[in-house]
Structure formats: structure tokens, C-alpha cells
């Protein structure tokens, strides 16, 4: 994928492949860290000294680059997040000479269940401005929408190319879980591609950005052309932006739809994120996908 320089702020010098950073760890267990690229675009050295800053600074780990960065030169930084405190969000600054990089962090006490965090932590954690119905871990699972939410059942591509899916988080049980289409009209699954178990990643089912089964970070996919539905075909039943598709549930809605116009820093442009429920709480986090090139399908 093509690395797009950013800076933070108007009339900075140095340049980064992010400017938002968001990790998961849960405590006392291995977590993946985050890779930051930042490079000099003058033909002039430029201080790039790092530090952190901000309330949860101690929880939050940069590797030392050198103090200038020369011309045209560029170094890669390596972030690691330990949550010390236990389960709550953590939110600090990377300075990297005068750039500063937003720092978010989602900290467990332990896998699963009530150590969970609420779905509106997640979306401000990954620098999505969005109010996802409430701030508890359990959300209303009967109305059509709740906060930002639309009621969107069905999708169709809104321009050329294909259909982007990315795993945002997954806070779950165990196990390699498939998602994908089902074409309007019809029932069954077409599978795009899987969540990966935690047999690598020891808490890829309950993390930030959660491992696909292959290693790609994001699929694409050509759609259905009379539109399509996305589900998860999880644990305890299969989960579908169409409350009306045949499931075993026995909540109303097995997924939330939200239309998502920035993402760590980014803006997007028809986007959408998708939340599932596995089970019966409404915590719509069981698996969280953003989907890129779509429109709702009337």
C-alpha cells in the first residue's frame, strides 16, 4: 500500500505516515506494537528528537532516534503500549522534534467479557468522531438506530474499483471467524475472508486492528451488483446488516451501522463502519469492520 505523507499541523517540516497511533494490549500479556515512518523532506537537517507527553505518558514506549534527522533522510520509530492501570482508554502526545503524533491506547485487565471496552471507546480510541448510542459496554439491541447509527441493511459499491473491508477491533471469543456478503435477494454466505484464531497472536480476539487469516491487513472484494449485506458467521449464530436475513439470534439487531467520516487522522469518503453482536448484550464490538467504496442500497 502506498505510504501517504502527513503532517499534523500546518507549517511543520517533518513528515510521518500517521499522525494518529492507536494500540491495544491486555495486562501482562504479549501486544503487537505500531511502526511510525517519518522523514525530512528539505535539503536541511531537522531536530527529531522524540518525547511523550500528556496524561497517560508513562504508558506509552518510543524507540531513541537520532536528534536530527539529515536531508532527505528517514528513520522508522517503533511505539509499544503497556496498559499499567488496567481497563480504560489512554490518551497521550509523541513529539518527534516540534511534529506531535496523537497517541490512544485501549487497556483489558483480562480477556473477555465485563473486561471489555465499550464500543464508544473503541471509535474515539481509533480517532473515529462518532456517537455509537451510548457510552456503556451494553447497547440498546431493538431500536433501528441509536446515536450516529442509520438504518442501513444493504450496500452497493459507490464508485469504480472494489469494496474495501478493514478489521478495526474484535473483542470475542476465540477462534478463525468468518465475514463477508450475502447478495440481496439471497441467503447465502458469500465469504470474503476470516479473523484469525489466537494461535499466533495471542489476543488477536481481543484487540485493536485484529489479524486476518493470511496476514493482509485490509480485502478487497467485487460485490454482489444487486447489493449486499455483510454478516459475521460467528460463535453462537450468524450476525447480518439485514435484521430480516434467517438467524438464530435472539436480539433484534445483530449489527449497527455508522457512516464514518474520519479515521486517525484521515478523512474518508463514502465509508462506513459496521459493528456486530455474537451473542445477546448489544456491545456491537465483537467485531468491527470499516468499509471503504460502498453507499447504502435503497
Known amino acids: 500500500m502506498a505510504v501517504s505523507w502527513v503532517s499534523a499541523e500546518a507549517g511543520e517540516t517533518l513528515l510521518t505516515d500517521k499522525t494518529h497511533v492507536a494500540l491495544s494490549a491486555v495486562k501482562d500479556k504479549p501486544a503487537r506494537a505500531a511502526t511510525l515512518t517519518v ?112 438504518d442501513a441493511r444493504y450496500f452497493s459499491k459507490a464508485g469504480d474499483g472494489k469494496v474495501r473491508i478493514t478489521p478495526l477491533a474484535r473483542f470475542s471469543p476465540p477462534g478463525a471467524t468468518p465475514f463477508g456478503m450475502v447478495a440481496r435477494g439471497g441467503t447465502a454466505l458469500l465469504e470474503t475472508g476470516k479473523l484469525a484464531d489466537s494461535g499466533k497472536v495471542v489476543d488477536a480476539h481481543q484487540c485493536l486492528f485484529p ?63 459496521v459493528g456486530f453482536e455474537e451473542a445477546a448484550n448489544g456491545d456491537y464490538q465483537d467485531a468491527l469492520f470499516l468499509l471503504e467504496n460502498v453507499k447504502p442500497a435503497p
Do not use: C, W
Not at 48 to 63: C, L, P, Q
Not at 235 to 246: A, G, L, R
Open 39 to 150: 522523514r525530512n523532506p528539505l535539503e536541511r537537517a531537522l531536530p527529531a528528537g522524540v518525547s511523550i507527553e500528556g496524561t497517560d505518558a508513562a504508558a506509552f514506549r518510543v524507540n531513541a532516534g537520532p536528534a536530527t534527522l539529515g536531508a532527505g533522510e528517514s528513520m522508522n520509530l517503533t511505539i509499544r503500549f503497556d496498559p499499567a492501570r488496567g481497563a480504560a482508554r489512554y490518551s497521550a502526545t509523541l513529539r518527534i522534534g516540534t511534529l506531535p503524533v496523537s497517541l490512544q491506547g485501549i487497556g483489558l485487565a483480562a480477556f473477555e467479557g465485563k473486561n471489555e471496552p465499550p464500543l464508544q471507546e473503541i471509535v474515539h480510541a481509533l480517532g473515529i468522531p462518532l456517537d455509537v448510542g451510548g457510552s456503556k459496554l451494553e447497547l440498546n439491541t431493538k431500536a433501528d438506530a441509536i446515536g450516529d447509527s442509520v
Open 211 to 273: 489479524p486476518l487469516e493470511g496476514g493482509a491487513a485490509s480485502i478487497e472484494a467485487e460485490p454482489p451488483v444487486e447489493g449486499f449485506a455483510l454478516y459475521l458467521n460467528a460463535h453462537q449464530y450468524v450476525s447480518f446488516t439485514d435484521p430480516k436475513m434467517p438467524t438464530q439470534a435472539k436480539i433484534a439487531r445483530t449489527a449497527r451501522v455508522y457512516p464514518a467520516r474520519r479515521l486517525a487522522g484521515r478523512d474518508l469518503k463514502d465509508a462506513y463502519v
